[in-house]
């Protein structure tokens, strides 16, 4: 069974940091593009940050700029995102897709992965 796990959520204050994990079972995806993406309540889900097949490649919403940082060890093939400066906006649900097949780039929309992990929850108090 192919299967993506998100971990690493929690509670934390405003200005802190948290280190989001996604690590993958049943297959590899080590050529395709991993991202995460989050929703909070009431709203729709929204892209974060993607990361190509390499890890040479990124890219972020514009409101984490400079924040948050995704990376990837391939062999494993798991995910992070660092995330830094952690503001109330950020608190959402977090998921850590990835696409099925191989492709190129770094994907923005949801549609484009296929592999979708139950998410971790990050809440930031003021």
């Known amino acids: 069974q192919v299967q993506l796990v998100e971990s690493g959520g929690g509670l934390v204050q405003a200005g802190d940091s948290l280190r989001l994990s996604c690590a993958a079972s049943g297959r590899t995806f080590s050529t395709c593009p991993m991202g995460w993406f989050r929703q909070a309540p009431g709203k729709e889900r929204e892209f974060v940050a993607a990361?190509?097949?390499?890890?040479?490649?990124?890219n972020y919403r514009d409101s984490v700029k400079g924040r948050f940082t995704v990376s990837r060890d391939n062999p494993k093939t798991t995910v992070w995102l660092k995330m830094s400066s952690l503001r109330p906006e950020d608190t959402a649900v977090y998921f850590c897709?990835?696409?099925?097949?191989?492709?190129?780039?770094?994907?923005?929309?949801?549609?484009?992965?296929?592999?979708w992990g139950q998410g971790t929850q990050v809440t930031v108090s003021s």
């Open positions: 990361i190509n097949w390499s890890g040479g490649s990124t």
């Open positions: 897709p990835a696409a099925a097949r191989p492709r190129l780039g770094v994907p923005t929309s949801p549609r484009v992965y296929d592999v």
